[in-house]
Structure formats: C-alpha cells, structure tokens
C-alpha cells in the first residue's frame, strides 16, 4: 500500500471549512483513499473515502486530484466536536473483491477547531 | 443502529493474568479485525476474520495470544500470561466482505497490566 504525507497538526476557527491536505504521490491504479478520524479515548471514525471522483456525504467532502497523487478532506463548517487526529489512508482494492486487508494509519494531522 | 460493541471499556490486572477482550460486530458484517494502540507503535493490525475463519494472524505479536471467532455475532482476544507490555487500547472493527467497503470501529478496551 502507498504511504502518505500529512502534516503534523492544523488548526481552524469554529464554522470555518477544515482543509486537510494529504500527499499520497506513489498511489497506484487500484489504491482508493480512505479518511478516518479519532477524538480522544474514543476508536476510529470512518469518514469517507474516493478512488477517482471527489465525493461528498453528510460527514465531509472528499477532493482528489486529477493525478490522484493528493487529496483534500473538506469540513465544511468545522465545530468544536471536530478537534481529533485525521488519518488519510490508501489501500489496494483487491481483483477479486474478497478480503478487506490491513488499513495502515500513520500519524495522521491534528486539526485543533478553535472558538 | 448498534455499533461494533467491545467489552470491558476498561481492564487492570495483574501480570500473569489471564485476559480476555470481547467484541460484537455490527450485524451482517462478515470481516472482522482487531487492533491495538500505543503511544509509540499507534494503531496495528492483529488479526481479522472474513466469515469466522482468520485470514490473516502475521500480527499477532506471540503465542501468548489468541483470538477465535465462533459465530458471525461474537468474537475474542485472548492474552495469556499477559505482560506489562501488553498494555494498550486494542480496538476491533467491522465491514463488510466486499471490496473497498470502510470499516467501522468499537471504541475499544483500555488494557493495563501491572
């Protein structure tokens, strides 16, 4: 699987839109992009993920360069309840539709929402 | 709807000790995996299960631990004798077996072992 590059940590004022940026420039053809993200004490949360398009639902929205070599997850009206850890992730897709594999978090970007 | 449940939250004991995590996927999940999370490794892959038969234990640190999954609704994670090193948050998730479909976490049971 890819790796990817974020940074360290970000802040953002309340009801502003979050950008979180994410470098995944060894993404290969079958590598989807995945967002999760982890407020404290508490498991991961699954937020969205793309292979191609951007997507949208109602968590956040997803944009994907036309190289797929990096993503953006958007927040649109970021809240208080938005400060946690975000991980973008890649992983293969396999051929045949079978077993789900490994997802491997990094370090993710702490995104700080400040009143 | 119900998420993926794992039980106990919280769990202190002694080293030696014989410990067991449990979880409950969400329902008509086939694929279920356990995590663990430390300060200085993050989060990792220990086992998942597609169908109640494991796929894949390459991260299962040693034998002292197990994990079985005896029906599609339940699943363990045995440490046995534990070890203060054990000490972590082990987190298990659930998706469904088909391509690409996200997995969905519990929020896991904080491990210590004195």
């Known amino acids: 699987d890819a790796k990817t590059t974020q940074p360290p940590s970000m802040d953002c004022a309340e009801g502003r839109a979050a950008n979180l940026p994410c470098n995944h420039s060894?993404?290969?053809?079958?590598?989807?992009v995945y967002w999760y993200r982890q407020i404290h004490s508490q498991g991961p949360q699954y937020i969205i993920h793309g292979l191609k398009n951007n997507e949208t639902n109602e968590m956040a929205s997803l944009i994907i360069t036309e190289d797929r070599k990096s993503s953006t997850l958007i927040l649109p009206h970021a809240t208080l309840r938005d400060t946690a850890v975000y991980y973008c992730i890649v992983r293969v897709s396999s051929s045949y539709g079978g077993s789900q594999g490994n997802l491997i978090f990094g370090k993710g970007t702490k995104l700080s929402v400040k009143p | 709807d119900a998420g993926v449940i794992q039980s106990p939250r919280h769990e202190v004991t002694e080293m030696g000790q014989e410990v067991t995590l449990r979880c409950k996927p969400i329902s008509g999940h086939n694929s279920l995996f356990w995590y663990r999370q430390t300060m200085m490794r993050g989060l990792e892959l220990l086992i998942y299960f597609n169908n109640n038969v494991p796929i894949d234990d390459s991260g299962m640190p040693e034998d002292r631990f197990s994990a079985k999954m005896p029906n599609a609704s339940f699943s363990t994670l045995k440490i046995q004798p534990s070890e203060p090193r054990d000490s972590a948050v082990y987190f298990c998730a659930s998706s469904f077996y088909r391509d690409n479909q996200p997995q969905h976490f519990g929020d896991g049971t904080r491990l210590s072992i004195l």
């Open positions: 060894t993404i290969s053809g079958n590598e989807y």
